[in-house]
Nanobody
Framework: QLQLVESGGGLVHPGGSLRLSCTAS????????IGWFRQAPGKEREGVSC????????YYADSVKGRFTISRDNAKNTVYLQMNSLKPEDTAVYYC????????????????????????WGQGTQVTVSS
């Protein structure tokens, strides 16, 4: 079965850190651009970070720039989102997505946020930042 599986979410205090993982099964991530998205209740899906298959080009939303880092380990078929200095407004369900063809990382994160713009989506992992 071809799928992405996220893990690493949870409850954390403001200022804390979490590392989300996105692992592919049934296919290799080597040739796919990857995006991390999040959606809070009552809000639109937001592109948090996107990267190319090589990891050479990366986009971060202004709201997370300097705090979040996307990385990929193709040997483990996994992409990570390291989240530091977490804030209550980071609370959301976080999803990873994979696309075989991308335009630019900014376009993929900002414009192409729909489910049909990406080949695969994970099921999501909840991140809650609260004291």
């Amino acid at each position: 079965q071809l799928q992405l599986v996220e893990s690493g979410g949870g409850l954390v205090h403001p200022g804390g850190s979490l590392r989300l993982s996105c692992t592919a099964s049934g296919f290799t991530l080597d040739y796919y651009g990857i995006g991390w998205f999040r959606q809070a209740p009552g809000k639109e899906r937001e592109g948090v970070s996107c990267t190319t298959s090589s990891g050479g080009n990366t986009y971060y939303a202004d709201s997370v720039k300097g705090r979040f880092t996307i990385s990929r380990d193709n040997a483990k078929n996994t992409v990570y989102l390291q989240m530091n200095s977490l804030k209550p407004e980071d609370t959301a369900v976080y999803y990873c997505a994979a696309a075989g063809i991308i335009t630019t990382v900014q376009d993929m994160c900002v414009t192409k946020r729909g489910r049909t713009d990406w080949n695969y989506w994970g099921q999501g992992t909840q991140v809650t930042v609260s004291s």
